[in-house]
């Protein structure tokens, strides 16, 4: 039995067997949502991450699927409003205007359940953003009368981590983009004011728990956010606390090179267990990888700061105030990499030795930064510079994972990926190109580690392909290397 | 017509029949959500509450001046003598980092005034009692010559529309630097918070809520003395 399903703007039919789920993503992730769980009562399926969706008890909610039921709602929720306002605009207590807001929020969210009962969805987020909106009110009583001072970090990550829950609650796609909007705001305060917030430390989670709810409505729009709040997060502390002297500029741009890698390999792994945007934020990842080693290969042609760098304060390794929780981070990275690794080692995608080189490739960068005196004593007992030396075989690294990337782009015909192949290989001849030109033996020194590197590549990707080859069924989407 | 619309769920939006909407959340995940709303006020007031009713208290000089920034509410800045200790005159640490923590040694002196006698940049060892000495933590806003300005957890002091319908009438000008006396709740790990402001012989009491039961909850007794090194 065929069923066919048409789409928006779509004169296509397109047509899928019985069984087969046809979803697309939407801007806010909510009519996604709908047809997920359309598609879960009729099939019994569980949802991405496996859970089942709620399913109450139909018998004791009669009353609010009926019609009599939402004029109740809407009766109590413009009551409640109604006395919030007068409340605000008439009486001097403070208490009361508090318990008046508290009482909107209870009168929004009646209105907002039984609108998501009969599935009016403007309606319910019309009562969900007035609850927000009533607590946001009962909440600034509450400040103003308690003398606790409201800065914009506090409100700003109060928001965040609010709407978050809020989103974990309802499953709402409303609140999943008002939770990025407040960690994407949070995060330009703190870097227009070149400050690292003292709460900053509740980002991580938070973003994991943004990025975790956005994937599993699969809600374009916040999924997007959510990527850019945490871009965002990591380039702002990573710039604040640069000029601040807490890292040096090489740290900070090798720890964006190992994040850049770890969120490729998290991409990796959603893209195993088809979790929504596995392939969004494998790119995402490997372009801010490639970004960073690019940015690290131009100072180790030279070897010493020039251009932008001397905006930065030149600051030893040893002398980073930050040096422990640093190495740390990096340390723990290279382990969430290994474990990345491992897991898709358990799944068949990736065979042991290519764990152990992408663990070894995340851990190049920081590496040569925590090690660049031992490093450098090392070659000049064979007389050795560092510089070029370094540079060249972080270019010749870049070369091959973009080579890497452009066989993968056209094998899967996927555009996005030949085509960020092409900007990285672009961006290495640009970079590379003068030191070649003026040492021509620079050249073979390239040349070889270009093809070490593209060596490692295929070998630690070819008995994964070929595993995941045996396994996946045609057109799957899967990704081996 | 009506049944080709609704295989268009992204038209048809919020007039999503049942069938494709699928079973919609439970009445719980909207009470926990309406009970998470009510419980954070409440929760700002216990906490601020708790904090104001417990601790040592101590009278301060200060002069307040309105705050013109990005703050979400009215807010007055309480400028007391403690703000800037002269490191060379007091025990302790003498150098500091703009950003780094400071814990402020206070010490009953003559005629019952306290004096701060030591700055750390270390907290005190327990055993530091209050009869003893009064610590107050903060941070370094700024490192000078011989002097350091410390901003401590009070000086942000939000006003209610009483305090600041009462500001200009017992202190004329008092955005311009007025003068009165501020009592702190000062709790033993040294965080300070505004118990009541004395304007031209008027209290002003911070509003607090009952905590619980007597008995359950210590109410601090000890009381500094009224003034603190003179300016």
Known sequence: ?481 | MSADLRKHPQILGPFMLREYAGKPLGFWRYLLAALLLTALPFLAMYIRSLRVENGTELRLPVSMERVEDRAFAPQIWLQTPLNTIAIKSVAGDNNFVEGGRVFVFLSPGPSAVWYPYAVSRRAPQKGCEITDCLVLSGRVATVKQNEIDIVYQFENYVPSKAVLAKLPETNNGYSKGARAEVSLSVSKDGRAYVRALHLGGETISQPTIPLTLDGLIHRGESKAPATNPPT
Request: charged share 10%; aromatic share 10%; proline share 4%.
């Open chain 1, 1 to 481: 039995m065929h069923s066919q399903h048409t789409t928006a703007n779509d004169n296509h039919p397109v047509t899928a067997q019985s069984g087969d789920a046809v979803f697309h993503g939407d801007t806010t992730g909510q009519a996604s949502y709908r047809k997920d769980r359309a598609y879960q009562n009729a099939n019994g399926r569980k949802n991405t991450f496996g859970r089942q969706s709620a399913a109450p008890s139909e018998a004791n909610m009669g009353f609010f699927t009926r019609p009599i039921g939402l004029i109740f709602a809407l009766g109590l929720w413009v009551m409640s409003l109604a006395l919030c306002f007068g409340t605000l605009g008439y009486s001097n207590s403070p208490y009361l205007r508090i318990f008046a807001g508290l009482g909107a929020v209870w009168g929004s969210l009646l209105l907002a359940f039984v609108a998501g009962r009969q599935d009016r969805m403007t309606l319910r987020d019309l009562g969900l953003s007035a609850a927000l909106s009533a607590a946001s009110i009962a909440l600034w009583f509450t400040a103003v009368t308690f003398n606790i001072p409201l800065s914009p970090s506090l409100v700003l990550c109060g928001g965040a981590i609010v709407t978050a829950l809020l989103a974990g609650l309802l499953r709402a796609p409303l609140f999943m983009t008002m939770t990025s909007l407040f960690a994407i705001s949070w995060t330009l305060d703190s870097a227009l004011n070149m400050k690292i917030s003292s709460l900053a430390w509740t980002f991580p989670a938070l973003w994991a728990v943004q990025m975790f709810l956005s994937v599993d409505a699969r809600a374009k729009l916040p999924i997007f956010l959510t990527t850019v709040s945490g871009l965002l997060w990591l380039g702002a502390s990573l710039f604040v606390l640069t000029i601040n002297q807490q890292v040096s500029a090489l740290m900070a741009v090798s720890g964006l090179a190992l994040f850049g890698v770890l969120h490729t390999r998290i991409g990796k792994s959603m893209q195993d267990v088809r979790a929504y945007s596995g392939l969004f934020q494998t790119n995402i990842g490997w372009s801010i990888a490639v970004i960073a080693a690019l940015v690290m290969q131009d100072y180790w042609l030279s070897g010493m700061p020039h251009g932008t760098w001397n905006l930065f304060p030149n600051m030893s390794f040893i002398d980073a105030p930050l040096l422990a929780p640093w190495s740390a981070v990096m340390v723990a990275s290279v382990a969430l990499v290994g474990c990345c690794s491992f897991l898709r080692g358990r799944l068949g995608k990736q065979s042991f030795l290519g764990g152990i080189c992408i663990v070894g490739f995340a851990a190049l960068l920081p590496a040569i930064t925590a090690f660049t005196p031992q490093i450098t004593e090392f070659l000049a007992g064979k007389d050795i510079s560092p510089a070029p030396l370094i540079g060249l075989v972080i270019g010749a690294t870049v070369t091959a994972f973009s080579l890497g990337m452009l066989i993968n782009g056209l094998r899967r015909g996927k555009t996005s990926m030949m085509l960020m192949a092409f900007a990285a290989l672009a961006a290495e001849a640009i970079i590379v190109m003068e030191s070649l030109y003026d040492n021509p033996e620079n050249l073979t020194v390239f040349g070889f580690a270009v093809l070490i590197s593209a060596l490692t590549v295929g070998v630690y990707a070819h008995k994964g392909y070929e595993r995941g080859l045996a396994q996946a069924p045609a057109n799957s989407g899967a990704v081996y290397a």
